[in-house]
């Protein structure tokens, strides 16, 4: 296990979901959105984007495999997630880790937001890209890197990629996500954190170091 970039000082300063989608609105009201960007253009993706976080928290429906799981759980965890208001990745997935976390009463959900932070950023970067939202998992007792998470489950990685391969208009391939995310409602996302669960408790068990490969 590493050491963590995240320090108690980035725990003070982090966010609850409630408080997040507090603070969007907040923004909105004012015509903004997070980040430095407040066009037109990214302050209606922030407002869609909080039609799709109030939709999947009515939609996502934990299957009992990762309610006894979680239920299992016997470390303090906490998950930060680096997200920004504008993002629909983050839209789509923050509202399904909250409710898995929510199923135990040891993991706690933070969020930082990605701009604010960049030292945090860049120490958990994918194919060396800043791409959110990215859950770090840690031991809340000692700031012991669990594992990551993001920025999005597997098979909606793949139809970004087919969209890129197909060079489609940004648009076009935000559409297809989109629907993809709909269809699935969380259950990708609730496969892969049942490997990822398991791996993060064996992580604090001296008993038991196999880590299960999580595809």
């Known amino acids: 296990m590493a050491k963590t970039p995240i320090t108690h000082e980035h725990l003070s300063k982090a966010i609850s979901y409630m408080q997040y989608l507090e603070m969007i609105d907040r923004l909105l009201a004012e015509g903004k959105t997070t980040g430095e960007n407040h066009s037109e253009e990214m302050v209606e993706y922030t407002r869609m984007n909080m039609h799709r976080m109030y939709r999947m928290e009515k939609s996502v429906v934990l299957d009992d495999e990762i ?22 990745d983050a839209a789509q997935n923050i509202p399904a880790i909250v409710k898995i976390a929510d199923a135990s009463p040891l993991i706690e959900v933070k969020l930082l ?11 958990f970067l994918t194919n060396n890209t800043r791409s959110i939202p ?13 594992g990551t998470w993001g920025p999005r489950p597997e098979p909606a990685q793949q139809v970004v ?19 993809w995310y709909g269809k699935d409602r969380s259950r990708s996302l609730q496969q892969e954190f049942k490997c ?4 993060w408790a064996q992580l604090t068990s001296p008993e038991n170091r196999l880590i299960e490969r999580c595809s």
Do not use: Y
């Open 113 to 123: 937001l990605r701009d604010e932070h960049p030292e945090v950023m860049d120490a």
């Open 134 to 146: 990215k859950l770090i998992a840690f031991d809340t007792g000692t700031l012991e890197v669990l």
């Open 161 to 179: 990629q087919e969209a890129k391969d197909n060079n489609l208009p940004f648009k076009e391939m935000a559409e297809k996500l989109h629907g």
């Open 67 to 88: 309610v006894q799981l979680l239920l299992s759980v016997d470390n303090k965890m906490t998950w930060v997630v680096l997200t920004e208001a504008w993002c629909g």
């Open 196 to 199: 990822l669960l398991r791996n």
